[in-house]
């Protein structure tokens, strides 16, 4: 994805935070499915550039405010002697600073820093890759687990809070112009099957067995950036849904993205299945850092978290599939329905391994020992 993009709008919008004539390349960034995400070449370096996507995030100013309010908190503890946790004296890690916002014909821009020499994979590779995934959202947990959740505003309502995706999803099939299909019908007999543990996790925090802390949100694959060289976790990416919420809602995310090794776009559809070897490493790589931040409520929950955040993106796909593709970017009509079907296959596989994945969270958690740091 590196051919130099054609638009002059948009180097002239780059401009606008880099100066006139400062600009050499704009070119598209990344596999995102609702911003617009761009790489900026200067001669001063790089910079990522993104069209904030306004059908999704009502309230851009929100988005752009927690990126501050996460940089001021973060950053901080990123320069300290005594960081939270003796891997960061150990490695780089980074965290994507705001450079600007821009407001142009009604669209919101923003630039933030560019981590260099670091690459994403949208296909998990092998097991020491999904320990880094683990440990990447480890690290970045613990960064922000002492972060008054009052202090980050809500820049998506309902974001991952399941039972109002499936209210959405009822709304659309009386509303939907879509024409009955085997998909669709297999997808709503999957659905109508979970009715009933849509709430699984709104039920344990509404009884207050689980509570509120700042999240990542969208920690999936392809949003953990890896050292180029060794491969070792350097950031986390994809700050917009920064906000308060469940950290299961990013266990789930990490879980059901980096145990698919055929990805998400796959069109295999029956060969899809949920790795136990890939959620071991992960569960290894997050736990031996953020495992003592856990209640035993919260650790409990995890492999729910993982069948029902599976099931809520199947949802989400199929919903919008109904609604003519108006939340995902979709490169064809049968897009999201397809990805919907992926993620049910998904589920299923998880919900046929429930049992060694549970086993596999209380051997970890019993073992929580602090991470082996090399000296
Ligand atoms: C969206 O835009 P992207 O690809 O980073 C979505 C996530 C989904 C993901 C599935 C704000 O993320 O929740 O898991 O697609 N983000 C939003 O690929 O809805
Ligand atoms: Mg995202």
Redesign the pocket.
């Known amino acids: 994805m590196s051919a130099v993009h054609p638009d002059p709008g948009l180097i002239a919008i780059a401009e606008a935070f880099h100066g006139s004539g400062a600009v050499l390349a704009v070119e598209p960034l990344g596999?995102?499915?609702?911003?617009d995400t761009y790489l900026v070449r200067t001669s001063a370096g790089c910079s990522v550039l993104q069209r904030i996507n306004r059908a999704?995030?009502r309230q851009p100013e929100q988005v752009i405010r927690n990126l501050e309010v996460l940089g001021s908190h973060v950053q901080p503890k990123l320069q300290a002697s005594d960081p939270v946790h003796p891997l960061l004296l150990q490695r780089r890690w980074e965290l994507p600073q705001l450079i600007g916002s821009h407001h142009n014909s009604g669209d919101v821009w923003r630039a933030i820093s560019h981590v260099p020499d670091a690459v994403s994979v949208d296909v998990i590779e092998d097991a020491a890759q999904a320990r880094e995934l683990g440990l990447g959202l480890g690290l970045f947990h613990l960064l922000i687990s002492d972060l008054e959740v009052s202090e980050l505003s809500d820049t998506?309502e309902g974001?991952h809070i399941t039972p109002t995706y499936l209210e959405a999803y009822h709304r659309a099939l009386v509303q939907t112009a879509v024409k009955p299909s085997a998909g669709t019908e297999r997808c709503m007999a999957f659905i109508r099957d979970r009715e009933a543990i849509t709430g699984v996790l709104e039920q344990a925090k509404a009884r207050g067995e689980i509570t509120l802390r700042p999240i990542h949100?969208?920690p999936?694959i392809?949003?953990v950036l890896l050292d180029r060289h060794s491969g070792e976790a350097v950031a986390l990416i994809?700050l917009?849904?920064v906000k308060p919420g469940l950290v299961h809602y990013d266990l789930g995310?990490c879980l059901r993205?980096g145990c698919n090794p055929l990805g998400?776009e796959t069109t295999e559809l029956e060969a899809v299945h949920f790795d136990l070897e890939l959620a071991e490493a992960i569960l290894s790589g997050y736990l031996g850092v953020a495992g003592a931040m856990l209640s035993p409520a919260e650790l409990q929950l995890i492999p729910d978290a993982a069948r029902l955040i599976s099931f809520e993106?199947g949802l989400?796909f199929f919903c919008d599939y109904l609604n003519g593709n108006t939340?995902?970017r979709a490169s064809h009509p049968e897009h999201n329905l397809q990805r919907a079907l992926v993620q049910f296959q998904l589920t299923a596989s998880i919900e046929a391994q429930l049992e060694p994945l549970r086993a596999i969270v209380q051997r970890l958690s019993a073992s929580a020992a602090p991470l082996a740091v090399p000296g």
């Not at 596999?31 to 911003?35: H, I, K």
């Open positions: 596999s995102g499915n609702v911003n999704v995030f998506l974001f949100g969208d999936k392809n949003n994809d917009d849904t995310d993205s998400e993106l989400r939340y995902f």
